[in-house]
């Protein structure tokens, strides 16, 4: 009887035993707990300097002037912070269409795609036009402070006179072509006998040559026969020279010399006009 009660039990004290055995090996291993990561706040700015900038640029508009429901536009931008220029703006996109610097004008300007639909928050800067101003800014900071970081970026852009000390060379503008004028072939005859055709843009005939002075010159009283030194430059008169005639008194007569002092050198030169004589009347 003994015996049996002891079998018995062993046999029960195996069933547990391979139980238990079999509890451990196939029941799964408890997860561990997931710790939630913490999600950051949408005020906190992001670590990039871009999205830095983007953040304290939206900030500053919220608190100025409000938050738009369309969006942010250049015009907002530059009304709160004086120091943005119009070529800050230069390639930046817009949710639709993007910006551009005309530098002729010193403007920004807006250009909408033809064929897309167009919507009120188009004009927005987008994501991405964010970044290229900020490019656009840091150049022209780090070009005049080298050193300089976004957030010295940020307190001069709120200061005009940052914008005057930074801004760009304008580009001249290029002058117009003048216009093609296409004008008559008649001409008009001068004094001197030469001709002159229509000029533009009126039309009108060109200048004549200047006449020569008619001026009638009187050589100085000398001495008779006194001789006078003159130097070999060439400006023709025209000399009346006096002659003697037997029975009654005759006119002058005009004779072409090298320049006034010749002329006057003569003795028989009562006076004298700029310019050669002509040719009927020099002998």
Not at 88 to 101: L, R
Request: hydrophobic share 35%; with cysteine.
């Amino acid at each position: 009887m003994k015996n049996k009660f002891e079998l018995f039990s062993g046999f029960i004290i195996l069933i547990f035993i391979g139980y238990v055995f079999m509890r451990v090996v196939t029941t799964p291993p408890v997860p561990e707990p997931v710790v939630p990561q913490p999600v950051p706040s949408p005020s906190e700015p992001a670590t990039a300097p871009s999205a830095a900038f983007k953040f304290e640029v939206e900030e500053a508009v919220r608190i100025e002037i409000g938050a738009p429901i369309e969006g942010y536009e250049p015009a907002m931008l530059m009304q709160v912070f004086p120091g943005l220029v119009a070529a800050d703006f230069n390639e930046v996109d817009a949710v639709i269409g993007n910006y551009f610097y005309d530098a002729s004008h010193d403007e920004v300007r807006y250009v909408a795609p033809m064929n897309e639909p167009m919507h009120s928050a188009g004009p927005s800067i987008s994501e991405a036009g964010f970044d290229q101003l900020f490019q656009n800014v840091t150049g022209r900071f780090l070009s005049y402070y080298p050193n300089g970081d976004v957030e010295t970026m940020m307190e001069w852009l709120k200061d005009a006179e940052y914008g005057v000390l930074t801004q760009p060379p304008l580009l001249e503008p290029e002058p117009a072509s003048p216009p093609v004028v296409a004008c008559t072939m008649d001409a008009k005859m001068c004094p001197d006998g030469s001709f002159v055709g229509r000029v533009g843009p009126n039309c009108e005939f060109a200048a004549c040559p200047e006449s020569v002075n008619d001026e009638v010159t009187y050589c100085p009283d000398r001495p008779k026969g006194e001789e006078i030194a003159c130097i070999d430059l060439y400006a023709p008169v025209c000399g009346q020279v006096q002659v003697e005639c037997i029975t009654t008194p005759c006119d002058p007569v005009s004779e072409t010399f090298s320049n006034s002092c010749y002329a006057c050198a003569n003795d028989r030169v009562v006076s004298y006009t700029e310019g050669a004589c002509d040719d009927a009347s020099d002998q």
